[in-house]
């Protein structure tokens, strides 16, 4: 999925559960995101506890920003992921090659500057809300899921699963 025309940033507004963290640093490593970002002094605060339990903060990055919309690069695309009157379903959203996915906290939403400079909102139709990391992972999915570059096949199940994993589907 990630070739060298697609960039992917997850930014994260003021998340307060290095939980969640942890698990969308797992997502980002699972889909392939290239660096994680995010706001506010909460995290910080509560990062001395390990959560990401695949340390993909060895391989991405996880930067804390005071903005999450300043100094992007020209061709980035600003997309807000939230519950927000008038956002595009996600089913029916379009990826960008090159984008920043801005999520807001676990307890509130993404400010309205904010969802002013994105150049798409975009939303999970759900019934109530999803948790933030839940929230990144259905996005990289979908992202996935549509892409042209996907990878499948067992080759890719045998490198991604876990060491005590080794059934497989009989052919019936």
């Known amino acids: 999925m990630n070739l060298k025309t697609e960039h992917v940033v997850i930014g ?12 969308v640093m797992r997502a980002a490593g699972c889909y ?5 970002r995010y706001t506010g002094a ?20 996880l930067n804390a920003v005071e903005s999450l919309i300043s100094n992007l690069a020209p061709e980035q695309r600003i997309v807000c992921v939230d519950l927000v009157e008038g956002a595009i379903p996600l089913p029916e ?8 996915y801005i ?5 509130g939403t993404i ?20 948790n933030l990391a839940a929230s990144v992972n259905v996005l990289l999915y979908d992202r996935l899921a549509k892409s042209k570059h996907a990878i499948v096949g067992d080759d890719l199940i045998k490198r991604s699963r876990d060491t005590n994993n080794t059934v497989s589907v009989k052919a019936g």
């Open 111 to 130: 400010a309205q500057e904010v969802i002013n400079r994105a150049d798409a909102v975009v939303y999970v139709p759900t019934i109530g809300c999803m």
């Open 42 to 61: 909460r995290y910080a605060r509560a990062a001395k506890f390990h959560t990401d339990t695949k340390d993909a903060s060895r391989k991405i990055p």
């Open 103 to 107: 999520f807001g906290p676990e307890d």
């Open 93 to 100: 959203f379009e990826h960008p090659d090159n984008a920043l």
């Open 12 to 23: 994260l507004t003021d998340p307060k559960s290095p939980t969640n963290v942890g698990a």
């Open 32 to 36: 392939q995101a290239n660096e994680v």
